[in-house]
């Protein structure tokens, strides 16, 4: 059982900046393609942010380019989504996903990705 634990999830307002974190017990996401994806009440899960296992390339959302931003800390087993300039329809729930391996481009399918964390809220007001 692979455990991923997201944290930095809360109440914001519009135009705020906010760092999400997800962590890993085990060293399974060093040579995986690692995912942010969100979903809001009402609507399907959807696609954010990934980043290769080297960490060489990402991929973004077009609702997110230019204001988020994926990195990752393989030695800490940790993948960050930096979000800046958060919008009230970024608000939703927010979840990290353990991609394929040694993937040189990033999958942006939620089939492609099998393993997932409980979530962290992120709500932004306007």
């Known amino acids: 059982q692979v455990d991923l634990v997201e944290s930095g999830g809360r109440l914001v307002r519009a135009g705020d900046s906010l760092r999400l974190s997800c962590t890993t017990s085990?060293?399974?996401?060093?040579?995986?393609?690692m995912g942010w994806f969100r979903q809001a009440p009402g609507k399907e899960r959807e696609f954010v942010a990934g980043i290769n296992w080297l960490g060489s390339n990402t991929e973004y959302a077009e609702s997110v380019k230019g204001r988020f931003t994926i990195t990752r800390e393989n030695f800490e087993s940790s993948v960050f989504l930096d979000m800046t300039r958060l919008k009230p329809e970024d608000t939703a729930v927010y979840y990290c996903?353990?991609?394929?391996?040694?993937?040189?481009?990033?999958?942006?399918?939620?089939?492609?990705?099998?393993?997932w964390g409980q979530g962290t809220q992120v709500t932004v007001s306007s």
């Open positions: 996903a353990v991609g394929p391996h040694y993937r040189d481009n990033v999958d942006t399918s939620l089939d492609d990705y099998t393993k």
């Open positions: 085990r060293r399974t996401m060093d040579l995986n393609t």
